[in-house]
């Protein structure tokens, strides 16, 4: 497994735009797709967006895509969710994910990830 740390939550004012970071711990994190959840107040956790271990894959929510970018950058152990046009609806605690890439297709569901960091707070302001 390895550790996760997310930071970058705050409050943001409806569409602006605001970019979170998984920082990760362990050499073998080049090996792992992370993915982004998220979970507002009487809600279940939700798929936000997911990225291969290369970078090269990546796929969104219906309800970011257009919005939200996910990208990471291997040599500093991080994975970034720069999140745009922020709307009613986005604010939540943000989590983010990894599970070891087989190449099995995209990794969209909680059950599907093993390491999980504590989250960040967004809100937004109207």
């Known amino acids: 497994q390895v550790r996760l740390v997310e930071s970058g939550g705050g409050l943001v004012q409806a569409g602006g735009s605001l970019r979170l970071s998984c920082a990760a711990s362990g050499r073998t994190f080049s090996t792992y797709a992370v993915g982004w959840f998220r979970q507002a107040p009487g809600k279940e956790r939700e798929f936000v967006a997911t990225?291969?271990?290369?970078?090269?894959?990546?796929y969104e929510a219906d309800s970011v895509s257009g919005r939200f970018t996910i990208s990471r950058d291997n040599a500093k152990n991080t994975v970034y969710l720069q999140m745009n046009s922020q709307k009613p609806e986005d604010p939540a605690v943000y989590y983010c994910a990894a599970e070891t890439d087989y190449g099995m297709g995209y990794l969209y569901r909680t059950s599907d990830y093993s390491s999980w960091g504590q989250g960040t707070q967004v809100t937004v302001s109207s």
């Open positions: 990225i291969s271990w290369s970078g090269r894959s990546t």
